[in-house]
């Protein structure tokens, strides 16, 4: 049905630079403007596909985009089954309904953010592959093929509508599970930018402080290499610029919602390449543990960690501030560098975003927490080293934050 593309390990590699290999592979094509969601029946129909599943969840069902996405179908002449019962960090359980459902199907259509397009992901891999989903946790850990996968995102933040990850919460054991491969890129992405226009001020500043610290963690992270410092950057320069009025004037501020999904697209594919850092590591437990929403995790740790990894790669944070329009001519590096991480700083006292304490984090949480966030993937490749003692002061510094919000 779909013309096979290469399939290249996921390679995370210190530095990537001049002198080194590395593998850029992105698979599948983007369909991205406003109104795109209309042809994502003809595309299908284009491809060859007859019956879909659609993965998304019950507030876009009564938001009335999924179905726009099912009119599309319809008009198409493809066979579809719905599934609309996707919730916050996407359960194994969630994973397991979807396959059951998929096993006649084509392929999958996810509809939504992580929560939606993260799961369909790890469905697909089950359809082909069988056993659990939790066989699977890490990268590259399945053999066969995952089922296609058409991805339709709904905000601008998470980016998984152009990674190969997915993650999935393990309720027994409250651990947020990575999986990765470069089989679970979706072979289709319809980025509609209108899709976004109703999403409330908390949601939009939240997702859109997810996909700033993907594009700066990549920037920044060990992993770098030429493509993903060019895709990082730019994404920074869009979401800097459009965060802001996205988030307090988004129902009429078509051009920053535009600017919105770009950023956040370009930022997956930034660090699908060049990896995360320790925001993420952060960001994962208090999700899993505290049920704190992935971006309003990433966005009260990201300046934190921003100012504890800067000494490490000053040239690296000092370009920061530029990005976001600031001057930094006549500055030493290490102040330039200081300037960037006060431009983040000053756009989270400026957003919408609770503080950790309102989620019920507290003093005594932090050591578990640290203990968890020793664990996350991306540890190894952030800026700086870091112990369970330097996660339980960037914990205590990030409770802190907003606290008069």
């Not at 400026?350 to 996350?376: C, F, N, R, Y």
């Amino acid at each position: 049905m779909f013309r096979p593309v290469a399939q290249i390990p996921l390679d995370y590699s210190v530095f990537k630079d001049k002198n080194s290999v590395f593998a850029w592979a992105p698979s599948g094509a983007i369909l991205f403007g406003n109104g795109c969601v209309a042809r994502t029946g003809q595309e299908l129909k284009r491809l060859g596909v007859s019956r879909v599943v659609v993965v998304s969840d019950q507030g876009l069902v009564k938001a009335g985009i999924v179905q726009k996405v099912l009119d599309a179908l319809e008009q198409a002449g493809v066979t579809y089954q719905l599934y609309d019962q996707c919730e916050a960090d996407p359960s194994v359980e969630t994973v397991e309904a979807i396959a059951a459902l998929a096993k006649d199907a084509d392929l999958l259509v996810g509809v939504g953010g992580g929560s939606s397009i993260d799961p369909a992901k790890a469905a697909a891999i089950l359809v082909t592959n069988g056993g659990s989903i939790r066989d699977y946790q890490g990268c590259d850990k399945f053999s066969k093929a995952p089922l296609p996968l058409v991805a339709i995102p709904t905000a601008a933040g998470t980016g998984t509508e152009t990674t190969p990850f997915a993650v999935i919460t393990d309720r027994q054991r409250a651990w947020k599970m990575p999986i990765g491969g470069t089989g679970i890129m979706p072979a289709l992405v319809i980025a509609d930018p209108e899709l976004t226009y109703s999403l409330p001020p908390h949601i939009t500043a939240a997702t859109g402080m997810d996909a700033l610290t993907h594009a700066i963690e990549a920037y920044t992270s060990r992993c770098t290499e030429p493509i993903s410092d060019a895709l990082a950057i730019q994404a920074i320069k869009l979401l800097a610029k459009a965060i802001r009025p996205a988030v307090f004037r988004g129902d009429i501020d078509r051009d920053a919602r535009y600017d919105m999904m770009m950023g956040s697209m370009l930022a997956g594919y930034a660090f699908t390449s060049a990896s995360l850092g320790i925001s993420h590591c952060m960001a994962h437990p208090l999700g899993a543990m505290y049920h704190v929403p992935h971006g309003v995790g990433n966005a009260i740790c990201l300046p934190v960690v921003m100012e504890f990894n800067m000494g490490a790669w000053p040239e690296r944070y000092a370009d920061i501030a530029p990005f976001f329009g600031e001057d930094v001519s006549g500055l030493s590096v290490l102040d330039g560098a200081r300037k960037g991480v006060e431009c983040v700083y000053r756009l989270v006292e400026d957003l919408p975003i609770q503080p950790l304490e309102h989620w019920g984090v507290t003093l005594q949480s932090l050591d578990q927490l640290a203990d968890e966030a020793m664990k996350g993937g991306d540890r190894p490749n952030n800026a700086r080293m870091t112990t369970k003692e330097d996660f339980i002061r960037l914990y205590t510094k990030a409770l802190t934050l907003k606290k008069q919000g």
